[in-house]
């Protein structure tokens, strides 16, 4: 597995570390095969490596890091949440592929490293089945292949 991540080490807290207690959103991006349950490792991988590069480029002093082999997390200021979503859904779109789902669900949160790590299971809780999905209230933004999920 490629390493992805703006520090050091894929460790999340260390990450987070840097915001202290302030506002951020956090992001959450898994991708799935559309049409089956397993497979398609290179063209997930692939898909993650691309996405990656994208958000890293467009969106300065973003943090995050490969959190699974298919599922990417970031973090950002308050400051940079508007252009952030804006690209976000950007290159969520232009990354929609035959193939491979992507789901993506953003959380605005304030409080300590440990506070926003219980953000990002919450997060992860969503994405990680379809019967989870659309679940829960916290959520601010949830993107299916880039477009606002509407139940």
Known sequence: ???????????VSELLEQFSDSFVLLILVSISPRHQKTGLLEEQGAWVLSFWSKMIEAVKDIVGCRVLWNTIFFAVDQSKVGLTESVLERMLLQLKSPILKSICVTMETKGSVQDKIKALDTMQLETSSELNFNTIEMIKTRLVDGEVYKP
């Open 1 to 11: 597995m490629t390493h992805l991540s703006t520090g050091k080490s894929n460790n």
